[in-house]
């Protein structure tokens, strides 16, 4: 298994999935963070946006210190889960990565916040998986509209209970996988889901590990900050679908 950045040639593979974010994307932040980390590399992921992200993700490109930055424009949108999948296996195939992931373009999990979620895969070789967690406690920054805070919490029970696992916080949108041999498998059918596929990534997860080694190999990881941008793409419909999506996917978990 690849040593994690403490040697200079392990790198961290991030996904950013782009629809549509021409506005919300923030260039300067994303450099910011890309500068003083030569090992972490941005795959963002534009799946047809049509409000010119593409000229947004090209300055990025332009301005990012080389080989940090690339992109992956896929023809036709696809929706989050599968740009994030087929991002994810774009960086699996092009190699030379000890860790891969995914953070939203939105920022609203600063990009700094690898750090942390790298740290907690480090500190334990079992770990494989580290997902951010937004938990407002004193000391943290999280900031979320009252209303998508506790339908979250809501939601985030049906889940932990649908997968059988005490997961404080699954749809947090940054998350980090150990690169193991047992990765592709978890990446090579697509996701139902276009919302919840950090579920059925969860459940696929267990899956193909024993229940013991559940908690050892997962990582829930409080963010320092967490500030809810405005914008989301999440409708009312598919706040509305999620409790039956959640279903669904417990059912397939334990079939
Ligand atoms: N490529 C791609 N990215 C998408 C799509 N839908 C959403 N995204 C990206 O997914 C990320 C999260 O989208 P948001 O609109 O911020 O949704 P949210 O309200 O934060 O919801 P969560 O992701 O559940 O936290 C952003 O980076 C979006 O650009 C899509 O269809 N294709
Ligand atoms: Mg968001």
Redesign the pocket.
Known sequence: MPALPADTAARVGIV??????AARLEVPRLLAALRPRPWLHLLL???GSTDGTAQVLQAAMDQAPPGQVSRLA?PG????GE?VRQGLVHLWDRGGFAALGFF???L?TPLEAVDDLLAALQQDPRREVALGARVRLLGRRVEREAGRHYGGRVLATLISVALGLPVYDS???AKLLRVTPGLPALLARPFAS??LFDVELLSRWMRAHAEGAWEQGLVEVPLQTWV?PG????GLADALRAPLEVARIGWGHRR
Do not use: I
């Open positions: 950013m999935p782009c629809y549509n974010e992921v534009d799946d896929l949108n696809v929706g989050k740009a939203d373009a939105d609203a749809q947090c949108g276009r919302w809810e914008g989301s793409k999440v």
